[in-house]
T-cell receptor, first 112, second 115 residues
C-alpha cells in the first residue's frame, strides 16, 4: 500500500540551527510532492511543492526541499531556523490522480 | 491566493444528533473537494473525495451512510455526520482543488465534540 513516512515526530532546535526533516514515500508511479505547515492554532498552509523540473524547489520563508527520485525522498531543509518556525510540518504525496496521502507530521519546536 | 472556509469552526452536539459542516471555496471554483479527519497528534486521514455533481468516493473503512457528503456546486461541499457518537469527535478538515491542478487549498477545520 502507498505510504508516506516522516522520520522525526518531534524536533527541538535552537534558533539559527539548520533543519532537515525527512520524508519518504512508497509508490512507483508519478507523484507530486508537497510540504505543508500548520502553525499553532492555524490551518494547513502550503510551504512548497514539486510537480516536475528542477528537483530542488524553494518555498516560502527560506524553506527548500529536494526530490531524489531514486531514494523516493523529499526532504525539507532550512539553513537557519527562527522561533517563528515552530509548527507542525506535513509531507504529502499526490499520486497519479487526485488522491493525496499525508505523513504523520513532525512537530518542530525552536527555542529562542 | 485561494481561500477555503469552513463553518462552523467548532460544534458540540449530543449523541444521536446529526451535524452538518460546510466547506466553501471563496474565490475560485473547486471541481474537487476533499474531506479529512485529523485525530489528536496524528496526520490527516482522507475520508472522501467529491466532485461537483457526482457521488463522493469514500476511502476504505469510512461509512458512507454515516458521513454524508454533498457537493452541490463548484463552491460548496457539505459533510453531515449522522447519528453522531462520542467516537466521531474529531477535527474535520476540507480542502479544495481547482481544475486539473493537484494542489489543494485547505480550510481551517471544524472541531466536533459529541457528548
Amino acid at each position: 500500500a502507498q505510504s508516506v513516512s516522516q522520520h522525526n515526530h518531534h524536533v527541538i532546535l535552537s534558533e539559527a540551527a539548520s533543519l532537515e526533516l525527512g520524508c519518504n514515500y512508497s509508490y512507483g508511479g508519478t507523484v507530486n510532492l508537497f510540504w505543508y505547515v500548520q502553525y499553532p492554532g492555524q490551518h494547513l498552509q502550503l510551504l512548497l511543492k514539486y510537480f516536475s523540473g528542477d528537483p530542488l524547489v524553494k518555498g516560502i520563508k527560506g524553506f527548500e526541499a529536494e526530490f531524489i527520485k531514486s531514494k523516493f525522498s523529499f526532504n525539507l531543509r532550512k539553513p537557519s531556523v527562527q522561533w517563528s518556525d515552530t509548527a507542525e510540518y506535513f509531507c504529502a504525496v499526490n499520486l497519479e490522480g487526485f488522491k493525496t496521502i499525508f505523513g504523520a507530521g513532525t512537530r518542530l519546536f525552536v527555542k529562542a | 491566493g485561494a481561500v477555503v472556509s469552513q463553518h462552523p469552526s467548532r460544534v458540540i452536539c449530543k449523541s444521536g444528533t446529526s451535524v452538518k459542516i460546510e466547506c466553501r471555496s471563496l474565490d475560485f471554483q473547486a471541481t474537487t473537494m476533499f474531506w479529512y479527519r485529523q485525530f489528536p497528534k496524528q496526520s490527516l486521514m482522507l475520508m472522501a473525495t467529491s466532485n461537483e455533481g457526482s457521488k463522493a468516493t469514500y476511502e476504505q473503512g469510512v461509512e458512507k451512510d454515516k458521513f454524508l457528503i454533498n457537493h452541490a456546486s463548484l463552491t460548496l461541499s457539505t459533510l453531515t455526520v449522522t447519528s453522531a457518537h462520542p467516537e466521531d469527535s474529531s477535527f474535520y478538515i476540507c480542502s479544495a482543488a481547482q481544475g486539473s491542478t493537484r494542489e489543494q487549498f485547505f480550510g481551517p477545520g471544524t472541531r466536533l465534540t459529541v457528548l
